[in-house]
């Protein structure tokens, strides 16, 4: 079973930046592509951010383009989410996925097989 973690949620000012980090317990993972979802208080789950097992391709939601990056690490079964020009409406648990189909399906919640257990990110007005 493979166990994702996140980690580098916290509590920033509008404007700030923060970068969240996730890693797989497995080394398979390489293989799978991988993404970020998050959750609003009262809200649906929605899609951030997905990066090909490759690392090569990625997709974004429009609302985070600009804003967010989305990488692998060398190692491939690591993933990070570079924030920037955080705003209040970023205010959400985010969560790392991970699937063997593409980055393109994964932007998907019913296509995601491993969930992280999520990390809370705060931006203050």
Known sequence: ???LVESGGGLVQAGG???L????SERTVSSYAMG???QAPGKEREFVATISASGTVTYYADSMKGRFTISRGNA???VYLQM???KPEDTAVYYCAASLGSAYLLRRRDEVRYWGQGTQ???SS
Not at 21 to 24: G, I
């Open 121 to 123: 990110v705060t931006v």
């Open 1 to 3: 079973q493979v166990q």
């Open 17 to 19: 930046s923060l970068r």
């Open 84 to 86: 920037n020009s955080l």
């Open 76 to 78: 491939k079964n690591t």
């Open 21 to 24: 980090s996730c890693a797989a």
């Open 36 to 38: 970020w979802f998050r």
